[in-house]
């Protein structure tokens, strides 16, 4: 009887734990920052190098969607090292002065988006994804990772991304925003 | 016995320890619930589609940023993007069955409007929508600042700044005598409109103003609305005023003013003229005025 109760309490408490932790989302793990629905089958390599049997959308998507990975981790650790892999032209400028930026202000950003690509255009070296996102991201302290403002609503937003096929990878050239 | 004490220890403690970490894990969405999401990207050119009487226009708007080459993330200092060189070109969309599935998604959102792409020299490409019944050749890309600009803002910026002529207060006879009328009339400008341009980020906005009328006050009382500026001597002016009185108990002089109501209108690129607040400008002399005495003799 006495090991039976102390079995069941142990269990509970296991499980709270397990709750706990998944409501959490990971807490302070450099790889859960970016919440995207899309995030998952995410190339793990720099870059999306094209691979036989894929064809140019896939790669086209995965490189995109890899993209996003690079930025959220680039914007979460205050980091902008690999932004280079995956960006290129006006778009790394941006990101690259968009770190700095951060810096400056002493704040680091968790991005939470829930992606909704399309590709809408390839050419040779040059394609389009049309992507309408919900964001939810915010800022975080540098440091402990904690948030520093937690919206209690999202925003939907539309861009349009334009990527280069540079040495055999797909890079983010640039993007527009359909303006509100 | 021994065994329910511990459990309801554990179970006390499960508990706390779950509301704690449930309040702790909900605090900052109660403390900070209108906080503003963070953006991704912020920097991000616009893109927009206005329509007019005019045509359409597709507007690009550049941020911007305090960015240093790509190649030296360490450098600093603000530099606005140089977007002068751009050109840019639209055209309908073409695509083939990769796209139907976007098209068929994205067309109710958009009713009454096809996509074109904008296609700029220095490689952005975006997709837009424009109205069905737009004329392509009526169809322009402007490239400028990200702020969206009004040109009813910056007509009033204008508006403000025209450069008003210096203008003067003329009368005849230089100084006035009781009960006899004192012709006026604006000197230095003739009443014709005075006009300035400006273009900004593609946008040209031109502002005229023109005198509607003119409100004097002689300074006994005494006012007069005109439309004309009246006329130099030795011309009849229709901006006429006898005084009843001398200046002398004014100060020796009399202040006259002319209020001037400009009308004011402005038009973008070269289209349909469009109403403006009006403005008004004052201008003040001094005007002596004296009285004649008569003087009996023997003679």
Redesign the interface.
């Known amino acids: 009887m006495e090991t039976q109760a102390r079995l069941a309490l142990t269990s509970a408490l296991l499980v709270v734990c397990i709750m706990l932790v998944a409501c959490d989302g990971g807490g302070d793990d450099a790889n859960s920052q970016s919440s995207t629905s899309t995030s998952t089958a995410l190339p793990t390599t720099p870059g999306a190098t094209p691979t036989a049997g894929a064809s140019v959308k896939d790669e086209v998507s995965a490189a995109y969607l890899h993209y996003w990975n690079v930025y959220a981790n680039a914007v979460y650790n205050l980091d902008p090292s690999r932004l280079g892999d995956l960006m290129t032209g006006p778009r790394l400028d941006r990101a690259l002065a968009e770190v700095r930026d951060l810096k400056h202000q002493g704040r680091a950003v968790k991005i939470v988006v829930e992606n909704r690509p399309v590709v809408v255009h390839v050419e040779d070296t040059r394609a389009v994804v049309s992507d309408e996102y919900e964001n939810r991201s915010h800022f975080i302290d540098p440091d402990t990772k904690q948030p520093l403002t937690s919206p209690s609503g999202g925003e939907v937003i539309h861009d349009q991304v334009t990527l280069a096929l540079v040495d055999g990878i797909w890079k983010v050239f640039d993007s527009v925003r359909e303006a509100q | 016995m ?2 329910s004490a ?2 309801k220890q ?2 006390v403690l ?1 508990v706390v ?2 509301i704690t ?2 309040l702790a ?1 909900a605090t ?2 109660i ?18 589609v206005k329509s007019s009487n005019d045509g359409v226009t597709i ?3 550049i941020t911007n ?6 190649g030296d ?1 360490s450098s ?1 200092g603000g530099t606005a993007p140089d977007y002068s060189g751009w050109s840019c070109t639209a055209s309908m969309m073409t ?1 083939g069955l ?2 139907l ?2 098209l068929m ?2 067309a109710p959102l958009h009713p009454g409007a096809v996509p074109w ?1 904008v296609q700029c020299s ?6 837009v929508w424009v109205p069905t019944d737009a004329d392509p050749a009526n169809v322009k890309v402007v490239v400028g600042p990200a702020d ?1 600009i009004d040109p009813g803002t910056i007509a009033a910026e204008l508006r403000d700044h025209l450069p008003v002529p210096d203008v003067t207060i003329s009368a005849n006879p230089n100084v006035g005598l009781v009960a006899l009328p004192s012709w006026f009339w604006v000197d230095g400008y003739d009443g014709s409109p005075i006009r300035a341009l400006d273009t900004l980020g593609g946008v040209t906005v031109e502002v005229e103003i023109a005198p509607q009328h003119y409100s004097w006050s002689f300074g006994d009382g005494t006012t007069l609305e005109t439309t004309s500026p009246g006329r130099p001597y030795p011309a009849v002016s229709d901006v006429r005023h006898a005084y009843a009185q001398s200046s002398l108990g004014a100060g020796g002089v009399f202040a006259v003013t002319v209020e001037v109501r400009f009308s004011a209108r402005y038009r973008v690129n070269g289209g349909a003229w469009q109403s403006l607040n009006a403005i008004t400008r004052s201008f003040t002399r001094d005007y002596p005025v004296q009285q004649l005495q008569s003087v009996l003799t023997n003679n």
């Open positions: 021994k065994v511990l459990g554990l179970y499960l320890g779950l970490s449930l894990l900052p969405l403390a900070d619930a209108d906080d503003p999401v963070y953006t991704p990207d912020p920097g991000s050119p616009t893109i927009s507007y690009i708007g940023t305090s960015s240093g080459s790509s993330p600093s695509g990769d796209v599935a976007w998604a994205e792409t220095d490689g952005f490409f975006g997709v969206p």
